[in-house]
């Protein structure tokens, strides 16, 4: 894990040399982000300065993904590459900590300070990766996009900061919303049974349960003795919605949902959640903001809270 963090903001030794290159304002930087998250990220806070690509689009599982030879281009070619680090992406970790070594490389989800981190259940040394979930860790994100696209391209500091700040506010709104909206949600009911363990930082800020099938990675294999353990659970505290994921199976849910029915107790889905991949292109559900915003309303909606129509700002898609 000591290799890992300190690609992060150690060593700028490639992005430096990338400046000193003649990378500026007038000039477009070629940026590639592995989620669609960090995507978005980076083009908020680039604006039109940036140019930028993301690997991993609408319901793609980052945990399992492999880069392929359209990537290697990409990432190899690319001005700065954003990647999001803390073993998220498993199977491309060996080729980005390599390419480091030449080009212009951030894990930017190790800025988050590691005491806020939850160990992973699965590695020893590594942490949960899904800090997307909770708004006040995501706002190191944006800081630590914010200053890797700044190394890269110190003439446009003041618009990058600028943004960023845009950015951040809309971070602390989503915070503000999701804590009306959750807490409205019965104590009692405040159990979110989903697919795989993603919102572990989400339930820990806000007072929620949190039970997955699958362990953090959807690598992890979900044996039939964990969803004897939840069948029961589900039953016994009469929970009565458990979540899809929009990037992994529904086959353990459904095995739930039957399970439970088996001993006589009705279980539905309470929807379908975003947990390692945005919403659709060119959707509001397609941004960092819309993601959270969608998963906030839904889970609340479904648990007996008392959300708006269209989530925080009336903008999620009628049925989302």
């Avoid at 003649?22 to 908020?44: F, H, N, P, R, W």
């Avoid at 003041?158 to 009306?180: I, P, T």
């Avoid at 006589?264 to 929807?271: D, F, I, N, Y």
Wanted: hydrophobic share 45%; glycine share 12%.
């Amino acid at each position: 894990m000591i290799l890992n963090r300190r690609n992060l903001f150690g060593t700028f030794a490639a992005a430096l040399m990338l400046g000193a290159s003649g990378v500026s304002a007038a000039d477009k930087l070629s940026v590639v982000a592995t989620t669609g998250m960090i995507a978005d990220v980076a083009q908020g806070v680039g604006g039109d300065g940036v140019d930028v690509q993301a690997l991993m689009g609408p319901g793609v599982d980052p945990h399992a993904y492999r880069q392929t030879r359209t990537d290697v281009v990409a990432l190899t070619r690319a001005d700065l590459v954003l990647w999001h680090g803390l073993y998220l992406e498993a199977q491309m970790e060996d080729f980005l900590l390599d390419l480091a070594d030449s080009n212009a490389v951030v894990a930017v989800g190790e800025a988050v300070p590691e005491a806020e981190l939850f160990a992973h259940e699965d590695y020893d040394g590594r942490f949960d990766p899904h800090v997307w979930m909770d708004p006040a860790l995501w706002r190191h994100v944006i800081v630590g996009v914010q200053n890797a696209l700044t190394e890269a391209m110190p003439d446009e500091a003041d618009g990058f900061a600028e943004r960023a700040e845009a950015y951040l506010a809309e971070a602390e709104r989503l915070g503000v919303y999701a804590q009306q909206a959750l807490t409205s949600v019965p104590e009692e009911a405040r159990v979110l049974v989903t697919a795989h363990d993603a919102f572990s930082y989400f339930g820990a800020a806000y007072g929620f349960e949190v039970a997955g099938i699958q362990g953090i990675s959807t690598e992890s294999e979900a044996g039939l003795n964990r969803i004897g353990e939840l069948v029961d659970m589900l039953v016994e505290r009469k929970i009565g919605a458990v979540f899809v994921e929009s990037s992994v199976s529904d086959r353990n849910i459904r095995a739930l949902i039957e399970g439970a029915a088996a001993q006589g107790h009705e279980v539905v889905v309470g929807g379908e959640l975003f947990s390692d991949a945005m919403g659709p292109d060119g959707t509001y559900e397609g941004t960092w903001s819309g993601m959270i915003d969608h998963n906030i309303t839904t889970i609340a909606g479904a648990l007996g809270g008392d959300v708006p129509d269209g989530g925080m700002d009336g903008k999620l898609a009628a049925g989302s």
